[in-house]
Protein backbone atom coordinates (compact mmCIF):
# COMPACT_ATOMS: atom_id res chain seq x y z
CA UNK A 1 0.00 0.00 0.00
CA UNK A 2 2.08 2.92 -1.22
CA UNK A 3 0.91 6.94 -1.84
CA UNK A 4 2.80 9.12 -3.51
CA UNK A 5 3.83 12.24 -1.13
CA UNK A 6 6.30 13.71 -3.91
CA UNK A 7 3.66 17.11 -3.44
CA UNK A 8 3.08 16.31 -0.20
CA UNK A 9 6.75 17.18 1.04
CA UNK A 10 7.15 20.34 -1.47
CA UNK A 11 5.24 21.63 1.19
CA UNK A 12 5.01 23.70 4.22
CA UNK A 13 5.37 22.31 7.70
CA UNK A 14 1.70 21.51 8.80
CA UNK A 15 0.39 20.86 5.13
CA UNK A 16 -2.03 17.70 5.79
CA UNK A 17 -3.83 14.94 3.07
CA UNK A 18 -6.41 12.71 3.86
CA UNK A 19 -6.76 9.03 2.08
CA UNK A 20 -9.36 6.63 2.24
CA UNK A 21 -7.35 3.30 1.01
CA UNK A 22 -8.26 0.08 0.49
CA UNK A 23 -5.54 -2.38 -0.93
CA UNK A 24 -2.83 -4.59 -0.55
CA UNK A 25 0.28 -5.12 2.12
CA UNK A 26 3.12 -6.37 0.56
CA UNK A 27 6.61 -6.76 3.06
CA UNK A 28 8.50 -9.10 0.24
CA UNK A 29 11.36 -9.53 3.10
CA UNK A 30 9.18 -11.16 5.56
CA UNK A 31 7.12 -12.65 3.52
CA UNK A 32 4.13 -10.78 4.46
CA UNK A 33 1.20 -10.02 2.08
CA UNK A 34 -1.99 -8.92 3.46
CA UNK A 35 -4.97 -6.72 2.75
CA UNK A 36 -6.24 -3.65 4.76
CA UNK A 37 -8.29 -0.71 4.63
CA UNK A 38 -9.02 2.37 6.22
CA UNK A 39 -8.64 6.78 6.59
CA UNK A 40 -5.07 7.63 6.22
CA UNK A 41 -4.21 10.72 7.71
CA UNK A 42 -0.79 12.39 6.32
CA UNK A 43 1.06 15.99 8.12
CA UNK A 44 3.87 16.87 6.89
CA UNK A 45 6.35 17.73 9.82
CA UNK A 46 10.05 19.77 10.04
CA UNK A 47 11.67 15.93 8.93
CA UNK A 48 8.81 14.20 6.81
CA UNK A 49 5.42 12.95 6.75
CA UNK A 50 3.44 11.98 10.15
CA UNK A 51 1.10 9.38 9.39
CA UNK A 52 -1.85 8.53 11.72
CA UNK A 53 -4.02 5.62 9.97
CA UNK A 54 -6.68 3.46 11.41
CA UNK A 55 -6.59 0.29 9.35
CA UNK A 56 -8.78 -2.51 9.05
CA UNK A 57 -6.58 -5.81 8.66
CA UNK A 58 -8.11 -9.87 8.62
CA UNK A 59 -4.91 -11.85 9.75
CA UNK A 60 -5.19 -15.27 8.98
CA UNK A 61 -4.81 -17.30 12.34
CA UNK A 62 -4.68 -21.18 13.56
CA UNK A 63 -7.42 -21.44 16.78
CA UNK A 64 -5.39 -22.55 19.54
CA UNK A 65 -7.96 -25.16 20.60
CA UNK A 66 -9.38 -26.76 17.24
CA UNK A 67 -6.78 -26.08 15.09
CA UNK A 68 -8.86 -24.68 12.22
CA UNK A 69 -7.99 -21.60 10.17
CA UNK A 70 -9.92 -18.32 10.72
CA UNK A 71 -9.83 -14.76 10.02
CA UNK A 72 -9.42 -12.55 12.90
CA UNK A 73 -10.81 -8.99 11.95
CA UNK A 74 -8.19 -6.50 13.91
CA UNK A 75 -8.31 -2.15 13.77
CA UNK A 76 -5.09 -1.19 14.30
CA UNK A 77 -4.14 2.43 15.18
CA UNK A 78 -0.80 3.20 13.27
CA UNK A 79 0.79 6.70 14.30
CA UNK A 80 4.39 6.82 12.87
CA UNK A 81 6.56 9.23 10.97
CA UNK A 82 8.07 8.40 7.75
CA UNK A 83 11.24 10.60 6.68
CA UNK A 84 12.82 11.04 2.94
CA UNK A 85 16.35 9.91 2.78
CA UNK A 86 17.05 13.32 0.72
CA UNK A 87 15.80 16.61 2.27
CA UNK A 88 12.97 17.48 -1.31
CA UNK A 89 14.08 20.95 -0.48
CA UNK A 90 17.58 21.24 -0.38
CA UNK A 91 18.63 17.53 -1.00
CA UNK A 92 20.93 17.07 1.82
CA UNK A 93 20.62 13.76 3.33
CA UNK A 94 18.33 12.89 6.46
CA UNK A 95 19.56 11.01 9.05
CA UNK A 96 17.14 8.53 10.28
CA UNK A 97 17.52 5.64 13.31
CA UNK A 98 17.07 2.89 11.70
CA UNK A 99 14.14 1.34 12.81
CA UNK A 100 12.21 4.52 11.75
CA UNK A 101 10.28 4.17 8.73
CA UNK A 102 11.14 6.01 5.39
CA UNK A 103 10.20 7.18 2.30
CA UNK A 104 11.94 5.72 -0.91
CA UNK A 105 13.88 8.03 -3.24
CA UNK A 106 11.22 8.03 -5.57
CA UNK A 107 8.42 9.59 -3.10
CA UNK A 108 6.79 6.45 -2.38
CA UNK A 109 5.41 6.07 1.39
CA UNK A 110 4.78 2.50 1.63
CA UNK A 111 2.19 1.55 4.74
CA UNK A 112 2.92 -2.19 4.38
CA UNK A 113 5.21 -2.81 7.31
CA UNK A 114 4.08 -0.49 9.41
CA UNK A 115 0.78 -2.21 9.46
CA UNK A 116 2.34 -5.35 9.87
CA UNK A 117 4.67 -4.47 12.62
CA UNK A 118 1.38 -3.22 14.38
CA UNK A 119 -0.46 -6.09 13.42
CA UNK A 120 1.94 -8.23 14.95
CA UNK A 121 1.83 -6.38 18.54
CA UNK A 122 -1.64 -6.31 18.67
CA UNK A 123 -2.23 -10.47 17.91
CA UNK A 124 -3.31 -13.10 20.73
CA UNK A 125 -0.61 -15.12 22.31
CA UNK A 126 -3.57 -17.96 21.97
CA UNK A 127 -6.18 -16.94 19.56
CA UNK A 128 -9.16 -19.00 19.12
CA UNK A 129 -11.99 -18.81 16.66
CA UNK A 130 -14.36 -18.24 19.03
CA UNK A 131 -14.88 -17.63 22.65
CA UNK A 132 -16.75 -21.13 23.24
CA UNK A 133 -14.95 -22.86 20.67
CA UNK A 134 -14.85 -26.41 21.93
CA UNK A 135 -11.08 -27.69 20.93
CA UNK A 136 -10.51 -30.94 20.06
CA UNK A 137 -11.47 -34.29 21.48
CA UNK A 138 -8.65 -35.39 23.50
CA UNK A 139 -9.45 -39.01 23.04
CA UNK A 140 -9.53 -39.06 19.22
CA UNK A 141 -8.43 -35.30 18.19
CA UNK A 142 -11.89 -34.57 16.41
CA UNK A 143 -12.80 -31.14 15.75
CA UNK A 144 -15.62 -31.32 18.68
CA UNK A 145 -17.31 -28.26 17.16
CA UNK A 146 -18.07 -29.79 14.11
CA UNK A 147 -20.15 -32.86 15.54
CA UNK A 148 -20.77 -34.19 18.81
CA UNK A 149 -19.59 -37.94 18.81
CA UNK A 150 -19.62 -40.99 21.54
CA UNK A 151 -16.64 -39.91 23.03
CA UNK A 152 -18.28 -37.00 24.94
CA UNK A 153 -20.56 -39.40 26.78
CA UNK A 154 -17.57 -41.42 27.70
CA UNK A 155 -15.86 -38.27 29.03
CA UNK A 156 -19.10 -37.43 30.76
CA UNK A 157 -19.22 -40.32 32.47
CA UNK A 158 -15.42 -41.06 33.29
CA UNK A 159 -15.97 -37.37 34.95
CA UNK A 160 -19.34 -37.93 37.02
CA UNK A 161 -17.43 -41.73 37.91
CA UNK A 162 -14.62 -40.13 39.11
CA UNK A 163 -16.26 -37.47 40.93
CA UNK A 164 -18.23 -40.38 42.58
CA UNK A 165 -14.90 -42.29 43.48
CA UNK A 166 -13.93 -39.03 44.88
CA UNK A 167 -17.29 -38.29 46.88
CA UNK A 168 -17.17 -42.32 48.46
CA UNK A 169 -13.11 -41.42 49.50
CA UNK A 170 -14.54 -38.45 51.25
CA UNK A 171 -17.16 -40.26 52.85
CA UNK A 172 -14.96 -42.70 54.02
CA UNK A 173 -12.46 -40.49 55.23
CA UNK A 174 -15.11 -38.79 57.21
CA UNK A 175 -16.01 -41.96 59.14
CA UNK A 176 -12.61 -42.57 60.07
CA UNK A 177 -12.06 -39.18 60.87
CA UNK A 178 -15.16 -40.07 63.19
CA UNK A 179 -13.70 -43.00 65.29
ZN1 LIG B 1 -11.33 -23.08 17.50
ZN1 LIG C 1 -13.39 -38.40 20.25
Redesign the pocket.
Given at each position: MQFNVATLLQEPVGATRLFEADGELSAPDVGYVARASGRIHMLRTERGILVRARMDVRPALE??????A?ELPLTLQVDEEFVPHHDPVTGEAVEADPDEFRIDDLNHLDLSEAVRQYEQAALPIQP???ED???LCPVCGQ?L?ERLHEHEDQQAEAAWSSLAALAERLRTEEHRGGT
Open positions: CARCLEFVCRCAGNN
